[in-house]
């Protein structure tokens, strides 16, 4: 058992190697330790946690906290308004189970199935416009608007005001420069205040109504409360779906051979997407969690209030989980994975997530037989982090 304490000489793994492979560079932690103490590309320590056994176990044990005040470094990740803070990535315990409770009851499986109709529309309009251009940019022109047409349609967004809004979105998620971010988020924040006043006002069908209206017995969600979990929706909603649309086509694209047996078989569509959340997941890490005791995995010793953060891509590429980890198979028979979370803090959006990227990937599929990349798949682009992969252009082309 050893601890590993000064952070002044810690590795910092996140580096070009991670750009050129991630996958390889998860391979090498993982056959070295169960558990690295490194530092993130800010410096802040953090133990990196890369075994699947371990990071399945460990998503769910309440021994780890989503809640910041557990952190004895006075950690601050993402400086948010404390009105946005208020989210379920932030919390645990009675709050937690308290807000989940309230949302579930606007997040139900009738509204998800509602809003199966809107995202066939969204998909078929979006493969309409495609199909005048020769070699579009899947990203630009059909993976980024779809999840963000779809969020609109969940709050019921004013038609004009639809596009300042996808705009603000886009430019918190890739600014041309990291200033701008601050600015779209106060007005994201702002356009929501607004949006729940006017639900409050004039109440609709929308999921923004179902959640004021939603109460627990004498309990409702807090005005900040709600704000927050708008946010959330729209920044875990819109940005995963956005990026796993993209790099499960590529994918695809990549395989040919299931990409025929799938263009011969949408009904293995399902077990199609299962399989890529396992394998181009573009998060490579779930949220960072905060010791609330000394706790212990894999023999090393890590105290109360220090960050770990569980890899998720890593735990994906386990060997010891599952056989020949680095081969794409949709027929694969152990496609559990740990993409949309473990436990207490399941992904609430999971039914619609998969409806949004199953009919995306249909649609294409279906409306252009044959579909390619336009370019070598090494003269692509990918916008790397520590935390997240994903494709910066895919150009394709349509016509045979």
Known sequence: MHSTTATNALPQPFDGALAADPYALYARLRAESPVHRVALPDGAPVWLVTREADVRVWMSDQRLSLDKAYSSSGYKGF????????????????????LRRLVSKGFTPRRVEDLRTSVRGAAERLADALASHDEPDLVADFAGPL???????????PEESRKPFSQWVTTMFAPDDPREIPEVIGKIHRFFVDLVAARREEPGDDLLSALISARDVDDRLSEDELSSLAFLLLTAGVENVQHLI?????????????????????????????????FALP?????????????????????????????????HRDPD???????????REDKAHLALGQGVHYCLGAPLARMQIQIALGTLLRRFPHLDLAVPPEHLQWRTSWRSRSLRMLPVAIAP
């Open 246 to 278: 993209g790099i499960g086509l590529f994918t695809l694209l990549d395989h040919r051979e299931q990409l025929d047996q799938l263009r011969a078989d949408q009904d293995l569509l399902p077990e199609a997407v299962e399989e890529l959340l396992r």
């Open 283 to 315: 998060n490579l890490m779930a949220i960072r969690r905060f010791a609330t005791e000394d706790i212990e995995i894999g023999g090393v010793r890590i105290p109360r209030g220090d960050t770990l953060i569980l890899c998720t891509a890593s735990a």
């Open 147 to 157: 999840p963000l047409m779809v969020i609109g349609d969940l709050f019921a967004v």
């Open 321 to 331: 989980r599952y056989p020949d980890p680095d081969r794409f198979d949709i027929h």
């Open 79 to 98: 400086s948010l308004p404390r009105a946005l803070d208020a989210n379920l990535l932030n919390m645990d315990g009675e709050d937690h189970l308290r």
